[in-house]
């Protein structure tokens, strides 16, 4: 079953082999801000800048070159 068929599987709420996943998408589908942070603090990066895409939700957009 290829992602596709999984994304298919999942919207009629059928068990698909792999769990289909979103990760950064859209802009409102990204990471929040503080858990963002978190990972940089935690992987040593320095960096604490980031973009607030939305204020509500507090998610992070990060600029894709």
Request: hydrophobic fraction near 30%; glycine fraction near 10%.
């Amino acid at each position: 079953m290829g992602s596709r068929e999984d994304v298919l599987q999942s919207l009629n709420h059928k068990q698909p082999e792999k769990l289909p996943l979103d990760l950064g998408g859209t802009p409102s589908s990204g990471v929040s801000a503080i858990g963002y942070n978190k990972l940089k603090k935690a992987l040593g990066i320095n960096d604490r800048s980031c973009k607030i895409y939305d204020v509500v939700q507090q998610v992070e957009v990060r600029d894709v070159k």
